[in-house]
């Protein structure tokens, strides 16, 4: 038996992840349960349910019968319980964006020397070569994954792009870290010269950059969001970290250049692909310079190309590795 443990985040990456990776181990007709804390009615009290689940899910697990667990979070690293589930086979997906936010001059010494306590009892499966590189400067086991995490096929279909597109897309979340403020910014820079549209999750976050006086659309779906990418000039990622990173990789797939803030595997795949701009010093004037630049250069009718390899990067092949893996590790102790 194979038990997942979640956070329970409905449209986070990890969420999104784990969810494929469930369908393709029970397509396999394997036992799998997943384990999350208990809905709550407000934010505020489902944010304080996560925190005591991240400390105490291991006395959840230990009276089940699963000989394999995957956490999806690494906070659920730093609970004092893991060493009750030595016996069984451990994993954790690594997506990077709990990494960064313990790496504050206050948390990064304890967090450090917490996650490197965990990596004695889990395996690391990482999302990209960038946290795979990660993990292994502290001391991780990571089993071999050939696929990283990238965006599904639908984004890697072959159309043709649009004579006129014009616009910038950003995807807008809430957080500090998201970066909106700074997006805000920039588009109030280049609304002279090309139309920016924002695409949020929810109605709440729409309605803040609507009062702006911005177009904002409110879609998580996949074949909306790869139609948007595809018609847009370039993608513009404001956040201040990302480890996954999907929004970036899926423009790529579809043929549209990124211009980012963002450090973390952004900033290390800008060294890898041409078509990823990373701005150093999160300097407005610079980005708007570069979204315009890359934009003109995009006025063409002729076919999108995709930016991505296809073999190295992909959603399906990704999760059917690591449900290969659990698989294979059931009964392996």
């Not at 990238?150 to 950003?170: C, L, N, S």
């Not at 950059?209 to 779906?221: E, K």
């Not at 800008?270 to 078509?275: A, T, V």
């Amino acid at each position: 038996m194979i038990s997942v443990v979640s956070l329970g985040s409905k449209f986070s990456g990890g969420g999104i992840v784990l969810r494929e990776i469930v369908a393709a181990i029970e397509a396999r007709s394997i036992q799998i349960e997943t384990i999350e804390p208990t809905r709550a009615v407000s934010i505020f009290l489902q944010r304080l349910l996560q925190v005591i689940w991240i400390f105490f899910w291991p006395l959840r697990i230990i009276n089940t019968p699963a000989q394999t667990v995957l956490v999806a979070h690494s906070l659920f690293l730093l609970s004092p319980f893991i060493f009750l589930l030595r016996k069984r086979n451990l994993f954790f997906l690594f997506q990077g964006e709990e990494y960064k936010a313990l790496q504050s001059p206050m948390m990064a010494h304890a967090a450090h020397w917490l996650l490197k306590g965990g990596f004695k009892y889990f395996q690391c499966i990482p999302t990209n070569r960038y946290l795979l590189d990660v993990a292994q400067r502290m001391g991780g086991q990571t089993p071999p994954i050939k696929i990283s995490l990238g965006p599904k096929r639908e984004f890697f279909f072959h159309q043709e792009a649009h004579i006129d597109r014009k616009y910038v897309i950003v995807f807008a979340r809430e957080g500090y870290n998201k970066g909106l403020v700074d997006a805000l910014e920039v588009a109030q820079r280049i609304r002279q010269e090309l139309t920016v549209k924002f695409v949020a999750p929810d109605e709440s976050i729409a309605a803040k950059i609507r009062a702006q006086g911005f177009n904002c659309l409110v879609s998580v779906d996949p074949t909306h969001v790869c139609r948007q990418l595809r018609e847009a000039t370039a993608l513009f990622l404001p956040s201040h970290y990302e480890g996954l990173s999907l929004p970036m990789l899926e423009a790529l797939a579809v043929g549209t250049p990124v211009v980012t803030y963002s450090k973390g595997f952004p900033q290390y795949y800008s060294n890898l692909n041409n078509h990823v701009r990373f701005i150093e010093g999160r300097d407005a004037a610079i980005a708007s310079a570069s979204l315009i630049e890359v934009s003109k250069s995009q006025f063409y009718s002729a076919a999108c190309n995709a930016f991505l390899d296809r073999t190295c990067f992909s959603f399906e092949g990704y999760c059917d590795e690591v449900a290969n893996l659990l698989i294979n590790s059931v009964g392996a102790r």
